[in-house]
């Protein structure tokens, strides 16, 4: 090679890393942009510093390279392929940088409208799905790669593919319909009729993961949700209704225990966690027992999880209170009559 050359080779490497050391230090300026974005509540902000961190270090080196290929002063055709080369890194590159930027967006909005329990990831692969095949499509256009051909045989492909997937793709599509209709979303605690139960979890591509009492994980494909019946003790609100059976012997003063359930309710209500203060304390009875007249309580919980804290402090204090009050416990019983005119060792019950 020539003098010039080499002085060409020379500026380009000195290029190169001077885009090197560009990148790196857009790295650290963008890490640290980024850890302070993290600090806000606002999770804009922190998605705008993740596009800028993701496509700092390879803009940088993208640029360098333009930079260095002109430098060369290569021939035109290796010139061409070398602006192809990079124009596709430069195309993939944004469209993962945008994918994961839109991804984040989605589930920020999904955030925003379910609550901070939401966890739902099936929204965002797709985006990322679709931004990333368009991304790809792009990509291969501009290398120069004739995509009608290709849109062609992913259409009979995909049609293939379809036919092949049908659990697969009936999932899916349960998934999408179940968070669009709004039947149940992550935070919910749901009851299935094959006897599943606990708070939704995740909704993704394939499966609902639901958490139960136990702290155990269950997986429930999606279509499953189509074909049964499904209880939500989230909807219409979080809060319901508690009804707690109790009974008391005949010889009570029915008027004196009905105002001692709903003291001691009234009092669960307002010291117990998960209570609900201004709610309505209701007593009903309802049946003449062999022994006893039954009655039904009602409270109010506000979340379906603290019923059994409620139920465990009202049945105590009821407990303590009919104690108190001087109110037995209607054990069973049989009263035995003993006919005189029957013969000797003759008994009727």
């Known amino acids: 090679m020539d003098e010039l050359s080499w002085g060409r080779i020379i500026a380009a490497a000195s290029v190169m890393v001077a885009a ?37 270090v390879p803009v940088a ?22 602006s192809r080369v990079l124009s596709a890194a430069t195309i993939f590159m944004v469209s993962l940088a945008l994918a994961r930027l839109i991804a984040g967006s989605v589930t920020s909005i999904a955030l925003a409208r379910q609550g901070v329990a939401a966890n739902v990831t099936i929204f965002a692969n797709i985006t990322k799905v679709i931004v990333l095949g368009v991304g790809v499509l792009v990509m291969l256009q ?10 062609g ?25 179940v968070l669009a209709s709004k039947t149940i ?18 909704i993704n591509w394939r499966n609902t993961s639901i ?19 499904l209880t939500n003790y989230h909807r219409p609100a979080q809060d319901m209704s508690l009804l707690l059976q109790a009974r008391v012997p005949y010889d009570a003063d029915l008027e004196r ?28 009875f309802h049946t003449f027992g062999e022994s006893s007249i039954d009655f039904t309580v009602i409270l109010r919980t506000s ?23 001087g109110i037995a416990t209607p054990y069973p019983r049989r009263h035995v009559t003993l006919d005189e005119r029957a013969p000797a060792g003759g008994v009727t019950g």
């Open 61 to 82: 080196l993208l640029g360098g390279a333009w930079i260095a290929a002109e430098v060369l002063q290569l021939p035109p055709k290796t010139l061409d392929v070398t």
């Open 142 to 151: 501009s290398l120069g790669v004739s995509i009608t051909p290709l849109l």
């Open 303 to 325: 979340e379906f999880g603290d019923q059994f804290r409620i139920k465990h402090e009202f049945v105590k204090r009821l407990h303590r209170a009919f104690r108190q009050e």
């Open 257 to 284: 225990v009905e105002k001692i359930a709903i003291e001691v309710g009234e009092e669960v209500m307002a010291d117990v966690q998960g209570g609900v203060k201004d709610a309505e304390i209701l007593v009903r």
């Open 185 to 202: 979303e992550p935070g919910d605690y749901i009851k299935l009729s094959s006897g599943q139960e606990g708070y939704v979890v995740d």
């Open 211 to 229: 958490r139960t009492l136990s702290d155990n994980i269950e997986v429930i494909p999606n279509q499953r949700f189509s074909d049964t019946i």
């Open 20 to 56: 090197l050391a560009v990148a790196v230090v857009l790295r650290l300026l963008t890490g640290r942009l980024f850890r302070r974005a993290g600090d806000t509540r606002w999770a804009w902000d922190d998605l705008a510093a993740r596009l800028v961190r993701d496509l700092a």
């Open 153 to 177: 045989a992913l259409g009979v492909g995909g049609l293939a593919v379809a036919l092949a997937l049908q659990d697969t793709l009936a999932n899916l599509f349960a998934g999408v319909h």
